[in-house]
């Protein structure tokens, strides 16, 4: 790669005589996701473009705007160019002008790009719910045409059996945000938390935010992981008769949807994702999940030629609510998210943020209990936490309340939180596992409720009745699929209103 200071040879290149020569063709073109409006991820990292010729020797790249001119050129090797574009800081418009040299000449324009940080959000259905389908739809349809620096691009749900290069098909194509971009058919069009997310993070950064949408309704973890992922968690196919089996291979999605993505460089993530798992290879979630987030970072590393963060931020949701009185596996993948921590980040799922949602369920939604309207509560729990991790900012409250110890009391339990608690006491939402063996409480074990009997600063006291306290093997919180209504949790913190997280912790912890 060569580059030249020597802005003045744009123009030169450009005058309308010779403009009149250069035209779209013979294979040339940007890969199906840069486009008019889109933006590019900005210093200190260096946003990459890459597209196909099937002729020529060279491409050079014309970056003019208000902050930034640049010339750089990159050869053309097996019908394919890629270059990395000096650092930009935030801001635009620019123009993007890529030129075939050799052969026969060709250029395009790409106009109205910004700069600014590119956020990716992947997962099932209530990913892909759309604004439209939100609480208060028509308000927050409307809020749209006031946030034109936020971007948005969605890809079109695409299956293949081998890893592609580019992006089969576009669904919306990078856009100013409307109504109409925004309020599309009912889970197939922008997501609502993706968009949410980007709308109250600009609110925070003001600048550009670029938001990429590639999300599927029903699909397991297995379709959106590498191969190479899989069998790090002992996993070759979606094996037996689940039915599953019959809807998604292995890594279709993930060769389809995200690794045509790689090149592009990105900020972070955002996800969405586990109601299919939570019946399907449920115990498996606990390695399967964190490795996918691993292996997607070393491959938007590698892919993005290094801009792209080896380690950067990963945010996801953890499970909201879907049926009352049922053993679905909800608390299960709960627990599995956090890599069987509780919480994050944590030593396993390191530069990653959590939304807890156990305490957001809606069971008049019109598309069923498990997809709740309200996301807007989801999103702006999601931006606490990148406020947090991925832009390192103090003071920001992000976390509920998590356990920090529990201590014997004579017939008491004192369970005692990390930060100031605001509690409100329940008759069940804390459980007790009661044994006489000294082993850790498996899958059949007994449960007793365990009643909330007071609440102090940073704690509160649980009964172990009918349990001889010697005999109490575990502990856990809020360990079922509904586990309180609407905001009305028992455990809160106090100084930024967030619910604790579920948790479990026994007494014999295993030797495995």
Known sequence: MRSSVCIWLFFCAFTPGSSEKLNRGDGFSFASYYGDHMVLQRAPERAVVWGYATNGTE????????????????????????????AVQAGG????????????????????????????????????????????????????????????????LEQSSVELLNLGRVEVPWSRPTPEVLGGKDFTHFSAVCWLFGRYLYETLNYPVGLVESSWGGTPVEAWSSPRALHMCGIKTLESSHPLKQLWTSSVLWNAMIHPLLNMTIKGAIWYQGEANAGYDQAKYSCTFPTMIDDWRMAFHKGSEGQTAQ????????LSTYRKNANDGFPEIRWHQTAD??????????????????????????????????????????VQGARAVAYEEKDVYYQGPLLSKVLINKTLLNVTFNQRVKATLSNNTFEICC???????????????????????????????????????????AWSDWPCAFKACPIYSVDGGLPAPPFIINRWPSSS
């Open 59 to 86: 491409v050079e790249i014309f970056l003019i705007g208000p902050q930034s001119k640049q010339v750089n050129s990159t050869p053309i090797i097996n019908g394919i160019w890629k270059m990395a574009l000096d």
């Open 311 to 318: 380690d950067f931020p990963f945010g996801f949701v953890q």
């Open 435 to 477: 044994s006489k063996e000294e082993k850790p409480c498996a899958e059949g074990s007994k449960w007793f409720a365990a009643p909330m009997q007071e609440q102090g600063s940073n704690y509160v006291l649980v009964s172990v009745a009918p349990c001889r306290i010697e005999n109490v093997t575990a502990l856990r919180y």
């Open 93 to 156: 418009p620019y123009n993007l002008t890529a030129v075939k040299r050799g052969g026969a000449a060709a250029k395009i324009m790409l106009t109205d790009i910004l700069f600014g940080d590119i956020w990716l959000c992947g997962g099932q259905s209530n990913m892909a719910f759309t604004l439209a389908q939100v609480i208060n739809a028509t308000e927050e349809l409307a809020f749209a045409f006031k946030f034109p620096n936020v971007r948005v691009f969605q890809a079109a």
């Open 341 to 382: 921590y509780g919480f994050v980040p944590n030593a396993r799922m390191k530069k990653t943020f959590m939304a807890v949602t156990i305490d957001l369920p809606d069971e008049k939604s019109p598309w069923g209990s498990i997809h709740p309207q309200d996301k807007q509560d989801v999103a702006f729990r999601l």
